[in-house]
C-alpha cells in the first residue's frame, strides 16, 4: 500500500511539472492585455468532518461588480454560486479524492460545474509552510433561463491548484496566510476562439483564527485572468475620416478582473482539520 502511495504522489508531482512548464509556454507568447472593473465577492463556507475523518463541505459565493445586468440590482450581484461536495481520506491522512456540484446564477443563465479531484495535503521546509497540492477534472454545463442573444457550449476542463500557507500569531491574534495558484485547461476546444488555456487565478488570503480555529474570517486579493482569441480588426475612422484608433493583427488577449472579497469559515471538527477543495480551496 506504501508503494502504490508513493507511485500516486510521484505521478502528481509529474503532473504538476508539465502543467507549469506548460503554462509558462501560453504566457511567454505575445498577447493583449485587457483590465476589466474591479468585483467584490463573498465567500460562505462550512465544513463538516465526519467520523470517518471523511468530509461535506458546502459553500455560497456571490459577485458583484460593473455589469449590464444583475440578479439582484440593489447589491450589483451579477453572480451567485451555491456549492456542495464530499472529500474521502485515504488512511494515509495526507491524501484524499472526492467530488463537488456547483450551482451557478446569472442574468439569463444558469451554469452547472461538476468535479472531481484528487489532492494532496503536505508540507515544506521541515513543517514550516503547508503545502497542498490538488488535481481536478470539471464539466461545464450551460443552460439559458432568460431571453438572450448567443450560445454557450458544454465544455471540460482540467484543473490545478498549489497553496502555500502558514500560522502565526501577532500580539496573540492567531492569524493565517495563504498564497494559491490555480489553473484550467481547456479540454475540449470546439471554438477556434478557445486557447487550450482557460482561466488562472493568482491569489492571496490572510485569515483571523478563533474559537479553536472552527471560526475562520479572512480577506483576499485575487487576480483573475481569462484567456481568448481577437480576430483581427481595421482602423477605425470618425465621421470627418480622422482616424479614432489603429488596426490589430490577430492575437491572444487576456481578460484581467482584480477581485477583492471576504471570506467566512466554519468547521465542525471530530479529530483534525480537513481542507476541502471546492471552486478555488475549500476548509
Not at 490555480?182 to 482557460?198: I, Y
Not at 492571496?204 to 475562520?216: G, I, N, Q, S
Not at 477581485?259 to 465542525?268: E, L, Q
Request: include cysteine.
Amino acid at each position: 500500500m506504501i508503494t502504490f502511495y508513493k507511485t500516486i504522489f510521484r505521478i502528481f508531482n509529474i503532473t504538476l511539472f508539465f502543467l507549469i512548464i506548460f503554462s509558462e509556454s501560453i504566457f511567454s507568447q505575445e498577447t493583449e492585455k485587457k483590465y476589466y472593473d474591479n468585483s467584490y465577492w463573498t465567500l460562505w463556507n462550512v465544513d463538516y468532518e465526519l467520523n470517518n475523518s471523511d468530509s461535506l463541505f458546502f459553500e455560497v459565493n456571490t459577485r458583484s461588480s460593473a455589469f449590464d445586468s444583475y440578479i439582484i440590482d440593489g447589491l450589483n450581484i451579477n453572480r451567485a454560486h451555491i456549492m456542495l461536495g464530499y472529500a474521502h481520506k485515504f488512511k494515509n491522512k495526507k491524501l484524499m479524492v472526492g467530488g463537488s456540484i456547483r450551482d451557478v446564477f446569472e442574468p439569463n443563465w444558469n451554469v452547472l460545474f461538476l468535479r472531481a479531484f484528487f489532492q494532496h495535503n503536505g508540507q515544506i521546509g521541515g513543517g514550516l509552510l503547508d503545502f497542498q497540492k490538488r488535481l481536478q477534472y470539471e464539466q461545464i454545463l450551460h443552460n439559458k433561463t432568460g431571453d438572450t442573444s448567443g450560445n454557450r457550449d458544454d465544455y471540460g476542463r482540467i484543473g490545478f491548484w498549489i497553496m502555500l500557507g502558514r500560522n502565526f500569531t501577532i500580539a496573540q491574534a492567531k492569524l493565517r496566510a495563504e498564497f494559491s495558484y490555480e489553473l484550467f485547461v481547456n479540454t475540449n476546444n470546439s471554438s477556434s476562439d478557445d486557447r487550450s488555456v482557460d482561466l488562472t487565478r493568482l491569489r492571496f488570503d490572510v485569515y483571523y483564527r478563533f474559537a479553536e480555529d472552527k471560526f475562520r474570517v479572512g480577506l483576499f486579493a485575487m487576480r483573475d485572468t481569462q484567456y481568448y482569441f481577437a480576430p483581427a480588426s481595421g482602423p477605425s475612422y470618425d465621421a470627418n475620416g480622422n482616424l479614432i484608433s489603429e488596426g490589430k493583427p490577430e492575437r491572444n488577449l487576456n481578460l484581467i478582473t482584480p477581485t477583492y472579497g471576504i471570506t467566512f469559515k466554519y468547521s465542525i471538527r471530530q479529530k483534525e482539520e480537513c481542507n476541502c477543495p471546492g471552486e478555488k480551496k475549500r476548509r
